[in-house]
């Protein structure tokens, strides 16, 4: 019974539980179809997110870099327009510097012979480690330790004995060695001190003997010895600060007779004022562009600045000196340049000015237009400096030709040379004419009784001023004066002469030399006569008198009386 419904349970089972497994089978399909479903779907989301998020990135990476780039080019602009701006600032301050070259110049403190002093600069001895002695040994440092008890007890009392014998001679060692070097510590020491003082005496020795030729220079410059006041001037124009750009080469020469300095000062080239006013940036070709300078304006600044130049100098040589011993200055302004027809270096004078104290110090400097100023003057300046149109200065500078010896005085009775004081008339007249003729003229003396004041007669294209020239002779021995000057004006005018020579063993005073140049008048003093006698004849001849050296009294009428040979 038992197994029957058992197997009737069975048989009912079967059925249901297939029936089960496949409804089971298709439920299961469904939710694995959903999950699948379901699970593509998050996947596309990922891939979206992330597509988007790459977009973002993509997209503010871009953001960045437009950005960047756009501060780039801002940065690129305001480098530029500042380095425009850097290099206006530059034209400015060098055309600032040029303005300034004769108002900076007033503001200084004139120099003095004081202002030359040399002051040693002492060098500070430092000995080094050779001032710090070495600390001395101390027995506390060699003193072996007491023994103990103990080693009393088992003989330790003869073993420090001999533990302190040894440590005795060890610090009496050391004693001695720290003397050792202690002496020669202390004889390095005073060598170092005798070498720094040894030093030192030679840098005040150097000091003393430079002060000491300052001092007879000072003397010698006091007394108007040539020497001594061209030096005085030379460092004055040394010390004179100009802009870069300027060169600083210069000669000098003083005239005791005339108690005047002349100059003869290189010129700053054209180059030296800016052709361009400044610079702007353009920012739509990414250039930048200089701003030019009108040409009327860089020509009128470059004649402004050698006006200054001309006005400073003289302003730093009266300013500087007394007038006991300066009473005037010469300025010569040249330019070393080249030819543009030879291209050969040619030297130009573009400006020539002489001026004496009291008109000068009648100035107010600070407020005057400068070539208005030498206008005022009657300097002889360049029509058109910066376009190099020369003139021909007021004295031309030769050195050797301002000289006469020092000694003439004292040897001409002993000298071997021939003496032109000492020729009578006719030889010295004569003298004169081949002079003359050895120039390039055409030249011959006149009847002594018929010469009316006119000494000899020369023609020639290349002397001096060229066409008929009426030369004097004058042998004197003192200054020939302006009244000798106006005779020959006249005698030129009888003869309708093109130019007069004067000719003098002696010196001219400025007041000659003004009008001479005003009249076609060439002087020969007696330094350049005796320059040309060498030059031009092969003969050494002494002019037999020399201007004294001590100033005259500060009196500029012109006598010009003969000295007591004629």
């Given at each position: 019974?038992?197994?029957?419904?058992?197997?009737?349970?069975?048989r009912l089972s079967v059925p249901r539980i297939t029936f089960m497994k496949n409804h089971s089978s298709a439920s299961d399909r469904r939710i694995c179809g959903m999950a699948q479903r379901g699970g593509r779907s998050e996947w596309e989301r990922q891939q979206a997110a992330a597509r988007r998020e790459a977009e973002r990135a993509a997209k503010e990476e871009a953001r960045r870099e437009k950005e960047a780039e756009r501060r780039r080019k801002q940065q690129h602009v305001e480098d530029q327009q500042k380095?425009?701006?850097?290099?206006?600032?530059?034209?400015?301050?060098?055309?600032?510097?040029?303005?300034?070259?004769?108002?900076?110049?007033?503001?200084?403190?004139?120099?003095?012979?004081?202002?030359?002093?040399?002051?040693?600069?002492?060098?500070?001895?430092?000995?080094?480690?050779?001032?710090?002695?070495?600390?001395?040994?101390?027995?506390?440092?060699?003193e072996p330790e007491p023994p103990g008890l103990f080693s009393l007890l088992f003989g330790g009392s003869a073993r420090h004995d001999r533990e302190v014998e040894r440590a005795k001679q060890a610090f009496q060692d050391a004693v001695t060695a720290h003397k050792e070097r202690e002496s020669q510590r202390l004889s390095a020491l005073s060598k170092a001190r005798g070498e720094h003082a040894a030093r030192v005496r030679a840098i005040e020795d150097e000091a003393r003997s430079e002060n000491a030729l300052l001092n007879t220079r000072s003397v010698e410059f006091a007394q108007g010895r040539p020497e001594a006041v061209e030096w005085f001037v030379a460092r004055i124009l040394e010390r004179s600060a100009y802009p870069?750009?300027?060169?600083?080469?210069?000669?000098?020469?003083?005239?005791?007779?005339?108690?005047?300095?002349?100059?003869?000062?290189?010129?700053?080239?054209?180059?030296?004022?800016?052709?361009?006013?400044?610079?702007?940036?353009?920012?739509?070709?990414?250039?930048?562009?200089?701003?030019?300078?009108?040409?009327?304006?860089?020509?009128?600044?470059?004649?402004?600045?050698?006006?200054?130049?001309?006005?400073?100098?003289?302003?730093?040589?009266?300013?500087?000196?007394?007038?006991?011993?300066?009473?005037?200055?010469?300025?010569?302004?040249?330019?070393?340049?080249?030819?543009?027809?030879?291209?050969?270096?040619?030297?130009?004078?573009?400006?020539?000015?002489?001026?004496?104290?009291?008109?000068?110090e009648d100035l107010v400097l600070s407020k005057v237009d400068a070539v208005a100023c030498l206008k005022r003057l009657n300097a002889l300046v360049s029509p058109n400096p910066y376009d190099l149109e020369a003139i021909e200065p007021l004295i031309e500078f030769d050195l050797k030709?301002?000289?006469?010896?020092?000694?003439?005085?004292?040897?001409?009775?002993?000298?071997?040379?021939?003496?032109?004081?000492?020729?009578?008339?006719?030889?010295?007249?004569?003298?004169?004419?081949?002079?003359?003729?050895?120039?390039?003229?055409?030249?011959?003396?006149?009847?002594?009784?018929?010469?009316?004041?006119?000494?000899?007669?020369?023609t020639s294209k290349n002397?001096?001023?060229?066409?008929?020239?009426?030369i004097q002779a004058k042998r004197w021995s003192n200054l020939v004066g302006l009244d000798a000057v106006h005779a020959l004006t006249g005698v030129m005018s009888d003869h309708n002469a093109t130019t007069g020579v004067l000719v003098t063993t002696s010196w001219f005073g400025r007041a000659s030399?003004?009008?001479?140049?005003?009249?076609?008048?060439?002087?020969?003093?007696?330094?350049?006569?005796?320059?040309?006698?060498?030059?031009?004849?092969?003969?050494?001849?002494?002019?037999?008198?020399?201007?004294?050296?001590?100033?005259?009294?500060?009196?500029?009428?012109?006598?010009?009386r003969p000295g007591p040979t004629q």
């Open positions: 019974m038992t197994d029957e419904v058992s197997a009737i349970r069975f380095r425009s701006e850097d290099r206006t600032r530059e034209v400015e301050q060098r055309v600032a510097a040029l303005d300034g070259a004769l108002p900076g110049a007033l503001q200084r403190a004139p120099l003095r012979f004081d202002d030359l002093v040399v002051k040693p600069k002492i060098p500070r001895f430092d000995p080094g480690r050779l001032d710090t002695p070495e600390f001395q040994p101390a027995w506390a440092e060699y870069e750009g300027f060169p600083r080469k210069f000669q000098v020469a003083y005239r005791p007779q005339n108690r005047d300095i002349v100059v003869e000062l290189e010129l700053p080239p054209t180059s030296v004022i800016p052709d361009v006013r400044g610079y702007k940036y353009v920012k739509t070709r990414d250039a930048i562009d200089p701003i030019p300078r009108p040409a009327t304006e860089v020509k009128k600044r470059y004649a402004q600045l050698i006006a200054s130049v001309a006005l400073r100098t003289l302003h730093e040589i009266l300013s500087a000196t007394p007038a006991d011993v300066v009473d005037a200055v010469v300025f010569n302004g040249r330019l070393t340049t080249t030819d543009r027809a030879t291209g050969k270096t040619t030297l130009l004078h573009l400006l020539s000015v002489e001026s004496e104290r009291a008109e000068f030709r301002f000289r006469f010896a020092d000694d003439i005085d004292v040897v001409s009775d002993l000298d071997s040379r021939k003496n032109l004081l000492k020729l009578n008339p006719t030889e010295f007249e004569h003298l004169v004419r081949e002079l003359f003729s050895a120039m390039g003229a055409e030249a011959w003396t006149t009847l002594p009784s018929k010469d009316g004041g006119v000494d000899a007669v020369a002397i001096f001023f060229g066409g008929v020239c009426l030399e003004q009008f001479a140049q005003r009249n076609r008048i060439k002087l020969i003093n007696g330094a350049e006569l005796k320059h040309l006698i060498k030059e031009h004849l092969g003969i050494d001849v002494v002019p037999g008198v020399a201007p004294k050296h001590k100033p005259r009294a500060s009196n500029n009428k012109q006598t010009g």
